[in-house]
């Protein structure tokens, strides 16, 4: 009887500590194809994602419900990320083309190590495990599979995994930039732009988002910025004009939040 009680109090430290261990975030596929619902305060989109570290791309084809603008449709927006930290948003219905320097490559597979685990909750139907990184997004993966299932980033605006396909990438064409991305005058064309290119604010930013991996304290000082409010607006207009999100994160002084998604926290 005593050798009982003992094995019971012996084994029931061990089972309390598997209770109350927290899993491990989850860990993206090599490669994958994702449908998304995305609601940005009412402006709503079905966006392809493709994922393809291997390749070092990632690609958004987004279909938003108000392409037109001024009565114009302006047709789906394609955001092609490089690993060397270049971005082009291109409208093939528009001939357009707009490229940023972001200055970071893409999210790495494990871009969620670190991040807060909040417990779970059943989301679109799915039981999840709940995560919190960079107080930039908060993530939703499927308990046992590890599957996304929804992500809402720090503005609100939501993001719901219609479907999800594991490693497989698109074609080749798919990944092709148009001719027009090259040509200096349609790529540039726009005053926004090209006042973005050149001002002195920009290349702080990018270098900003390139060389610190610590918190967004960091920049705190970002409105002291030789023309930041010009700036401001511009990024701001771009936003009407339905452009990825990611440009409204230089609007919070967010280079550094996503150069610690893409990059990691700070060393310590």
């Not at 064309?189 to 290349?203: F, I, L, Y």
Request: with cysteine; proline share 7%; charged share 15%.
């Amino acid at each position: 009887m005593v050798l009982r009680v003992c094995v019971i109090f012996a084994c029931a430290p061990v089972a309390l500590s598997a209770q109350t261990a927290d899993p491990s975030p989850p860990i993206w596929p090599q490669t994958f194809h994702a449908t998304l619902f995305q609601n940005r305060s009412g402006n709503l989109a079905i966006v392809d994602l493709w994922y393809d570290w291997p390749g070092g791309r990632n690609l958004n084809l987004i279909h938003s419900q108000q392409d037109d603008q001024g009565g114009v449709n302006q047709g789906p927006l394609y955001d092609i990320e490089w690993q060397n930290g270049t971005t082009y948003y291109f409208r093939p219905m528009m001939q357009t083309c707009k490229p940023i320097e972001m200055g970071v490559g893409i999210l790495t597979p494990d871009w969620l190590n670190g991040a807060k685990y909040l417990g779970t909750e059943i989301v679109d139907l799915y039981n999840c495990t709940v995560w919190a990184k960079a107080n930039f997004i908060t993530y939703y993966a499927e308990i046992g599979t590890n599957r996304p299932v929804k992500w809402t980033f720090f503005d609100g605006m939501t993001e719901h995994l219609i479907v999800y396909e594991p490693n497989t990438t698109a074609s080749s064409s798919t990944w092709q930039l148009p001719r027009y991305c090259f040509d200096k005058e349609s790529s540039w064309k726009s005053a926004d732009m090209q006042t973005m290119k050149n001002h002195e604010t920009v290349p702080k930013v990018v270098e900003l988002a390139k060389s610190s991996r610590a918190h967004a304290s960091e920049i705190d000082n970002f409105e002291a910025f030789p023309g930041h409010p010009q700036i401001r607006a511009i990024f701001t207009r771009m936003i009407r004009q339905s452009l990825h999100t990611r440009i409204h994160m230089y609007g919070t002084g967010a280079p550094t939040i996503l150069a610690e998604l893409r990059l990691g926290p700070n060393p310590k």
